[in-house]
Structure formats: C-alpha cells, structure tokens
C-alpha cells in the first residue's frame, strides 16, 4: 500500500503553531558557544522520539519511567542558552506532553513529528548553516567546470559526509529538512538509511487497455478526476475512487477504509486531493474483472508528479521506491532528496573488509546503498538487501560473539567429581521411578561436559512443557554438589518456586543432600538462618525467586545456578548475578521455546540445548475452538471430566499490566462459576494477588482433590503440576500469544488420561480464529513458535517486557535465516581470531556506533 493508505484525520495541533516558527527563535549573541549543551539536552529527547516512533508510538515504559513523563519532564528543563521564544514554546510541549497517554495515535505521531521539528529548527536558529555566499562574489568563482559533474556539497562547501545535517546539504532546502527532521532524519546518513517500505514494479508497466484480470501489472495514468465519499451502505466504510487514463484506454481504481473515523468529510477531502486531476499516478497491484472493465481495487498507487508535470522518463522501467511518508512531506519530494544524497555514497567506506564480502558474494555498502534506493531491477535490489540484511546481523552477532568471549574468559570452578565421591547422580537414577529419555541423556552429557571446564557454561535449556527439564536441572545441580559446590535454582515465581521445592525436597533428602527454599514471604527468622546455612556451606541446595539476586544473599561456594523460565528472566538480571562476582556456571531453561532466529539473536551469546522428545506414555491434548457463545459446550466437557475423578483448570487472559482488572475478571468469573454453574462443585481461585500461603492452599486443595475446578489466571501458566487436571478451559484466547496457549495447555495431559483445551474465542475475527488454528493442528511447541513468530513479530513473542531485542531495519527473522546464519558464522570467526576488532576498524566503529545508539536508548529503556 502506498499514497492514499488511511492517514487518520488531522485535527487541531495540541501546539501553537508558532512553536515551530523558526522566525520565533532568534539566535543568540553568545559568549560561549550554546551548541554543546543543547545537543546534549537534546540528543537523548530524540532518541526517546526515534525509539517511540520504532515501537509504534505506544508511550513506551522505560526502565525507570514512560516516554512522556521522560519527556514532560525533560523539556522542562532546558539548555541555559535557549531563547525565551523557545522556552515559552517548550513549556507548552511539556503540558502537552503530560498529556500524550490520552491522546489517540494520529495525535500522538502529531506531537512526537512537532518535537523533533522544533527541536531541529532550534539547533538551526543557535547556529545557522553558513550561507550561500552572496551572488556578486559568486561571479569570481571559479568557472563550474572545476567542480566534477554531479558531485554534490554542502551549502558551505564542504564534501557531504554521513555526518553531515541535511540542511546543510545544497539541494535539500530548509523546508524538506525541518519535514524530515520531523521523521527523525537529521543527518545523511539517516535519511540513506531510511529504506523503501514498497517498491512499484514497472517491469510489469502495461497500457491500460492491455490489462488483463487475474494478474499483476502496474499502469501509469493520469488523473481524471477523483472522489472520496462514505459508502451508501456501510456507514463505517468510506471509498476512494480514481478515474485514470492513458492515451489507450480509462480505468477505475478504488481504495477501501473501514472505520468511522475516516468517514469525516475532512477526512475524505484530504483523500480526494491527494489525487488532484491531473497528477499523474502509477498504479500496482491484481488487476480484477468489474462491470466497468478492469480494475485495481486497494493496489499500491504513488503519485509520480503533480498535475500537469511531464512523467519523468527515468521512472519507467525499473523499480520506483515507495517510502513511509509523513504529513507535509511528498513522495516526490523524499525521492528527490534522496536521489540528491545518492552521488556522495561514491566516498563511504565499507566496514566489511574486502575479502569477506568477496567471499560472501555481498555488494560493495554504497553500491547497496544505492540500489536500495534506485534498484535496476529485482535481481539488484535483492543483491542489495543481502548485503544491507548480513550487515544488521553481523553487527548484532558480532557484539554477542564479544559477550561470549568475555564470558569465556572468566574463570569458573570445574566441577569434577570429588574423589571417591557420592555419584549422586547415579544414585538419582536408582531412585528415578522412570529411566531418562534419549533426549534428557544427550542435554545432560552436555551440560555435564560443560561444567567439567574452567570457564563458566551459560546453557540455555529449551524443552517443551513436560518434557522433563527439571529432572536434568536436578541431576545438574547433583553434579555441583558432588563436585563439592552448592547449586541454586532460581524460579520467575513463588508459586513455581514452592513447586519446584515441593518436588526436590521429595528427592534430595534420600540423597542426603540438604536444600532450602528462599522468597520474598520466607519469615524473617528462617531467612537469617537459611543465609547462615548458605554462608558456612551446610545448606547444598537453595530454591528461591529473584530474591536470591538481593545483596545478603551470599554462598560459600556456588557452583551452578539454574534459571527456570528464562524468558522471565532478562538478559539484565542474568548480568546482575555476574556483577555479584559470581563466576558460577549458568544453566536456564524455558518451556516456551523461542524460534531457532530469535533465540540466536537474542539468547546468541549462550549455547542452546533442546530436549525434543517427550517421556513415553503422554496422550496428547485435544484441542478444540470454540466461540465465545458456545461455553456452555466447554462447561459440559468439564463436567464430564469431573464425573470421571478429573480435574479442571479455567484460564482468564490476565495481562500483567493490568492486575486491577485481572483481578476483578478473576473474581467475578470465579463467583460465577462457584454459585452458578459448578454449584455443586467445588471451585478454587488462584491468582497473583493472593498471599503466598493462599495461593499454595488454593493449588494444594486442587492438587489433593478438594476443589475440582481451579479458576486462574496466568500464573498457573508456569509450573504447577496436577497428573489429575485433565480439561484447561481458556477464556478470550484470541488475546494471548499463540506459545503462551501452548504453554498453558502443558498444564493438562501430564497424566495418563486423555486430556482435552478448550480456546474460548471472541468469535468475529477471522484472522485471530485462524492464528488459533495452529493450536488446534499442532502439538509442536517449535513450530507454534516460528507460526508466532510469523504472525505476531518478535516483540510479541518474547514479551514486552523482554529487552534486548535486536535493531533490525530490513532483516527479518521468519524470512532471513540463512543469513542469519551466515553471519553468526563469520562473527564468530572474526571474534575468535580479533576479538577486540582491532583488525577491523570500519566493523569495530559500526559497533560503537551501534552500542552508542543503544546506550542512549536505554537510558529511556
Ligand atoms: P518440564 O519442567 O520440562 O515442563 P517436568 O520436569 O516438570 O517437565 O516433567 C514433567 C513430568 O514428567 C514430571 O512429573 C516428571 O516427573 C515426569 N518425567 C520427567 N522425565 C521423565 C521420563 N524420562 N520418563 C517419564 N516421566 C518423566
Ligand atoms: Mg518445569
């Protein structure tokens, strides 16, 4: 989709216009220059702006605060040096900013592009690019020839680097700066990494009367006329209709906007006069059979030239870039400024060293640079996305591979078996009811291999729900523990905490091997003792939440540290337990496996190991689909199912960020269900605001029997393990992720019986219908996952929560991995063989850059 795509409509400013005024703001005759300290002032405000703009304009929560209060806060706290105009303006920014969380998303776009336009327009008023000499001196230049055809300058003459502000580029005038700046585009080679979204395709050029229905073409037409206006029928539907022609026939295109919001005669005239009669358009996309003939209906359109400007030859016959565009902004005028900046690639240097790319058979940087841009054809720009994709996953791989070194480096304990010591992992297995399976072997020999050397493993387990991790973390820990070191295995919560004790503690004291649990609600006097135990070594084994990161915590000799649920645990807290001074081996584990991409890119700098297999004897869970409407089908099988001495779970979709409601849906469903249908059932409760001792009896009286039917919300998600539960009812399923249903639904079928899932849907969303789908086919929690992945982007998988997620302009997880592959290769290599790049200034300074990037981006994050 190109032009014309549902721009929302634009309604008043929240900001004085004269905020943007450039004439507002006058520069000041400073002593000193105010530059320095406005960039500082300002630099990170635009960051938060690029990085608001990156997520979706979502008021992103950062580590210590939302994007608007950061901002509501900082722009109260300008430079010294800033003109009165100016504050005055920023005053009126900050109250708007405080207001940013009301406001709908065209707003919200409305306000960041202001931002970053004043902010841009302020840097030009403190110091001005040097003017274009005046014309009389101009005469005494010397003659144009001197200067090599189609290079380009800056205003004041200089060559145009990357580093070079737009507005001081000859070519791009002060208007189209301040627009792009609104775009966040301030320097050169932000707006030649502003890639293309779309490309229209002339390859495919026919004349209008050559169109045929079922394929794909683009025609190049003139405007007639063209008229938006509301659907006669659909009162929440507006259309868009072009007449175009060219010298051999006439065509009608529509375009299509479902909502009510677009159905505002402002809204619609805005539509109608980006087609002014006149222009001359392109148009893209499956040509359909219609009454009138021929026809596109929502194809890719682009406007080529306004009304009455000859088409431009150049246009024709190869691929037009389609750019994301911004109010005030044209297509056209974007191209032309990108097409102005295109000659000065001819100097950037390439940071892949000239070998690599040889061997690789990847593009010279500014020659992909330039296809990007203005590809020949397909093959090109291909060529070129191949080089610009490698490029972004060889950065992010290179800077994992560096993480990894680091931790390599590191000494750790190898934990070699004392002499003569207790093989308590032998003696566990006589204990086992059950031999391990393949799979559980082949991960514990690797674990057990790693922690045998003397750098630190940093593992990662992944493993689909019940396919038995935590028998291998148990045999893990015994490895430390007859290594002589004491082992601590981490949960994300108590619930899973207490459960995981639960299970150990059933275990280790026929090995004689001592264990603790430690979390938040462990009673002060416990807590000092259990500490004590860990300091003089008595206590062998410790199980806790995050709790076991706080400072007191400390052992006399910790050997392994296991992380349950991993994607809980971030990258940050992982990198806290090191910054402890702990250098203990690390193994973490999760039950909701991550696509094999995403994991590298985001797990890159551990080592992967996956249990495949699921202990014998499992029935597999049957899943079915089901409206919203049609409960009274789930009800009945939970009935049926408690006839036969089974127990049932029902699921609300309890998003974290808001517990409140949580809360009440709980509650209420809960009350429902216990008065109402299950009357003559017995029906827990468990949720995340309960005490700890409340949520243990709820789960306990489920586990024993007592209560039949357990309302939950997602904490039951990880861990809790009832072989009875036999049915798990989920509510809403559309509004979970498609790994986590899989992850909650692990929570039936760990017995023997056939065990059933039920998705309750909200019933009129094709599409989210069709996402559950995939649950209904498939048992594989791998291929559930890339199918997420696929459908809802990495984000979505790994939480929001989760940071770390890698900068990825072009790149595509789902679409790339050869590539991704390929550079996880070679940045290993690079790294193994310089590990400070020292050999490799360009990759080393493309590095820096990037962590610059990232670091100013965190301070928000
Ligand atoms: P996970 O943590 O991977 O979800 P668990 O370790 O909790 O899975 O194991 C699920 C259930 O399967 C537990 O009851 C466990 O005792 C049992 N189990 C583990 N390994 C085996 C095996 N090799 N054979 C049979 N049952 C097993
Ligand atoms: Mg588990």
């Not at 405000?45 to 580590?63: K, N, S, T, V, Y």
């Not at 998705?759 to 199918?787: C, K, P, W, Y």
Request: net charge neutral; glycine share 8%.
């Amino acid at each position: 989709m190109a032009a014309g795509h549902p721009h929302e409509a634009a309604g008043p400013s929240p900001i004085a216009e004269s905020a943007l005024n450039p004439q507002s703001v006058k520069p000041l005759p400073a002593a000193t220059d105010p530059l320095p300290a406005y960039e500082a002032w300002s630099t990170p405000i635009q960051q938060a702006c690029r990085l608001e703009a990156e997520r979706g304009f979502g008021d992103l929560l950062g580590r210590q605060e939302t994007f608007s209060s950061f901002l509501a806060r900082t722009l109260q706290q300008p430079p010294p040096d800033l003109p009165p105009a100016a504050i005055a303006n920023l005053t009126s920014l900050a109250v708007a900013y405080a207001g940013y969380g009301e406001l709908c998303l065209s707003r919200r776009q409305q306000l960041v592009r202001q931002l970053r336009q004043a902010l841009h327009q302020w840097r030009v008023a403190l110091r001005p690019p040097l003017a274009v000499a005046p014309p009389r001196l101009r005469l005494l230049e010397p003659p144009p020839a001197a200067v090599p055809s189609g290079s380009i300058g800056s205003v004041a003459g200089a060559p145009v680097l990357p580093s070079t502000p737009l507005g001081e580029v000859r070519g791009i005038g002060p208007r189209t700066a301040t627009r792009l700046a609104g775009l966040g585009l301030l320097l050169v080679a932000d707006l030649l990494r502003h890639y293309p979204r779309d490309y229209l395709d002339y390859a495919n050029l026919v004349p209008i009367a050559a169109l045929e229905p079922g394929r794909t073409a683009t025609v190049v037409g003139t405007v007639r006329r063209s008229h938006a206006f509301a659907s006669p029928r659909n009162p929440n539907l507006s259309i868009l209709e072009i007449h175009l022609h060219d010298v051999t026939g006439r065509l009608r295109v529509s375009r299509f906007f479902a909502g009510r919001r677009f159905t505002t005669p402002a809204w619609l005239k805005s539509q109608q006069r980006l087609f002014p009669p006149g222009a001359t358009v392109a148009v893209s996309g499956l040509v359909k059979e219609s009454p009138y003939g021929p026809a596109f209906s929502d194809p890719l359109m682009e406007v080529l030239e306004s009304a009455g400007a000859p088409v431009r030859s150049e246009a024709i016959g190869r691929l037009l870039p389609v750019y994301g565009l911004t109010e005030g902004l044209t297509a056209d005028t974007l191209r032309k400024a990108i097409q102005t900046l295109l000659p000065s690639l001819e100097d950037w240097s390439d940071p892949l060293p000239e070998l690599l790319r040889q061997r690789l058979g990847l593009l010279p940087l500014n020659k992909a640079l330039q296809a990007i841009h203005q590809p020949t054809d397909q093959a090109a720009l291909q060529a070129s996305r191949r080089r610009l994709v490698f490029d972004e996953f060889l950065l992010l791989q290179l800077s994992l591979a560096q993480r990894r070194h680091q931790l390599r480096q590191r000494p750790a304990l190898p934990l070699d078996p004392l002499p003569g010591g207790l093989e308590l992992v032998s003696q566990l297995r006589s204990i086992l009811p059950f031999p391990f399976t393949g799979a559980q072997e082949r991960v514990l020999a690797e674990i057990r291999h790693d922690l045998r050397r003397p750098q630190p493993m940093a593992r990662l387990l992944q493993g689909d729900v019940g396919s038995g991790k935590t028998v291998v973390a148990l045999a893990a820990l015994l490895c430390a523990i007859e290594a002589g070191c004491q082992g601590a295995l981490m949960a994300p919560t108590e619930v899973l905490a207490e459960q995981h004790f639960a299970k150990l503690a059933h275990w280790l004291p026929q090995l004689h091997v001592s264990c603790g649990l430690l979390t938040g609600s462990t009673p002060a006097k416990r807590r000092r003792e259990l500490l004590q135990d860990l300091v003089n070594g008595q206590l062998q084994i410790l199980i806790g939440t995050h709790a076991l990161l706080e400072d007191p915590v400390q052992f006399a000799r910790l050997g392994l540290v296991v992380v349950d649920e991993q994607h809980r645990f971030g990258v940050r807290q992982r990198n806290r337990l090191l910054a402890k001074g702990l250098q203990p081996h690390l193994l973490t584990m999760t039950a909701t496996p991550i696509p094999r991409t995403l994991a590298l890119s985001v797990h890159g700098d551990l080592d992967v190991s996956q249990i495949d297999e699921l202990p014998p004897g499992r029935t597999p869970i049957r899943t079915r689909l089901l409206r919203a409407g049609e409960r009274d089908q789930a009800w009945e099988m939970v009935r049926e199912q408690v006839a036969l001495g089974q127990r049932a779970y029902v699921v609300l979709p309890l998003v974290e960020e808001s517990e409140k409601l949580d809360l009440r849906s709980a509650v209420e469903v809960h009350r429902h269900l216990a008065e109402e249908v299950f009357a003559d059932l017995t029906v827990g409760l468990l949720h995340g605001r309960l005490s700890s001792e409340a949520k243990q009896a709820a789960i306990g009286a489920f586990s024993r029997g007592e209560s039949q039917v357990l309302v939950s919300t997602t904490v039951v998600e990880v861990g809790v393990d009832v072989p009875e539960a036999s049915v798990m009812v989920i509510e809403h399923a559309e509004r979970f992720g498609l790994a986590q249903l899989h992850q909650l639904r692990g929570r039936v079928g760990r017995g023997a019986a056939a065990s059933h899932c039920v998705l309750l849907h909200g019933g009129n969303n094709a599409q989210a219908r069709q996402r559950l789908e995939v649950l209904v086919r498939s048992t594989d929690g791998f291929e559930i996952a890339e199918m997420d992945l696929r459908l809802r982007g990495p984000g979505q998988v790994l939480g929001t929560k989760q940071s770390g997620l890698p900068d990825l302009a072009l790149a595509s997880l789902t679409d790339d991995a050869d590539l991704l592959e390929l550079a996880r290769q070679e940045a290993q290599a690079i790294v193994q063989q310089d590990p400070g790049l020292d050999a490799h200034p360009g990759l080393r300074q493309a590095l820096l850059d990037q962590r610059q990037r990232q670091l100013e981006a965190a301070r928000l994050n």
